[in-house]
């Protein structure tokens, strides 16, 4: 046996052995927009109105007519950093914006006591929803937080560039497709750390939270703010849109959760780490045939998932 062989078999065993420590989990997802749904206002408009009203530009009015949200807000920032507007001043109005009634105790007890994997998918930015989190000892309930990132330059600028770019998906904004972003979440959970949703819910308010919840399966919950536009959309399309996912339509944090209390879906505790027999040899036993054939099975799934418009 030549060194060469004798070092691909060595690795061929290591990725077999890392394979067969990645035990499948069943767990449950719950995706959450911020503005108007977690907190109580938008965070753009209410930085935005530190302006002085008499404070705009030429630029703003043609990127707000023209639909490009965020460069909007770039520019925004541009005149509040050009009118001495302090990072502090930014952060504190940003803290004191509330939350809608019962959230703060919606997200604590899904993450801590229901042991739910919580992450928000947001077209604000990262300074504002990590500041809200941070001042509302949230932060450490998120898996991760996909929003347009932004930091404060060096000269104390705020700049914030696009989430990604995108023009297959019509329902969205070209800077974010909600429905897109959750897609590869639930995916990259199954391929890098063997998680698989058994529910997903998505809680949300606006238009931009209708793509994400027509990708779900009818296992899922599509969860609307009783009154916004995403609730009144649904109701009035009802028939043309062909929403798997069960409709929850909520008034509060307190609302939804007494309402995601009484599923019968979530009656049951920890769901059932292996449910399936065929799998069962992943983890616990297998040969490398069984890891190599379940990693084969997953590749395949991500891949048609990536072609077909919905992966479920
Ligand atoms: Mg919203
Ligand atoms: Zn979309």
Redesign the pocket.
């Given at each position: 046996m030549s060194s060469n062989s004798s070092s691909d078999a060595v690795a061929v065993a290591k990725a077999v052995a890392s394979c067969r420590l990645v035990k499948q989990q069943r767990r449950r997802l719950a995706a959450f927009d911020f503005d108007h749904t977690i907190v109580s206002q938008n965070t753009d408009t209410v930085v935005r109105d530190l302006l002085p009203t008499e404070v705009t530009s030429a630029r703003a009015h043609e990127l707000v007519e023209n639909d490009c949200w965020t460069e909007y807000m770039g520019e925004v920032f541009r005149l509040l950093h050009e009118q001495q507007v302090p990072e502090a001043r930014i952060r504190d109005t940003i803290r004191g914006i509330p939350e809608v009634p019962g959230f703060v105790r919606l997200i604590k007890h899904l993450a801590k006591r229901m042991q739910f994997d919580l992450i928000i998918i947001s077209d604000s930015n990262s300074v504002f929803i990590e500041e809200w989190l941070r001042a509302h000892n949230l932060a450490d309930c998120f898996l991760a937080v996909f929003t347009n990132p932004a930091e404060f330059d060096a000269t104390g600028r705020l700049v914030v560039r696009a989430h990604h770019q995108?023009s297959?998906?019509?329902?969205?904004a070209s800077n974010?497709?909600?429905?897109?972003v959750l897609e590869h979440f639930v995916i990259e959970q199954d391929l890098r750390r063997s998680i698989r949703y058994d529910h997903v819910f998505y809680v949300g308010d606006g238009n931009?939270d209708?793509?994400?919840v027509l990708?779900q399966r009818a296992c899922d919950f599509a969860c609307a703010r009783s009154g916004f536009a995403m609730e009144k959309h649904l109701l009035r399309n009802r028939s043309k849109l062909k929403l798997r996912a069960q409709l929850l339509v909520w008034k509060s944090g307190f609302d939804l959760m007494d309402q995601m209390l009484a599923l019968p879906q979530l009656q049951t505790q920890a769901p059932n780490p292996n449910p399936n027999p065929n799998l069962g040899t992943v983890g616990d036993g297998g040969g490398p045939e069984d890891g190599q054939a379940e990693m084969a099975r997953r590749a395949s799934a991500a891949a048609s998932a990536g072609q077909a418009k919905s992966p479920n």
């Open positions: 995108q297959d998906c019509k329902l969205s974010l497709c909600k429905g897109r931009n209708i793509c994400p990708r």
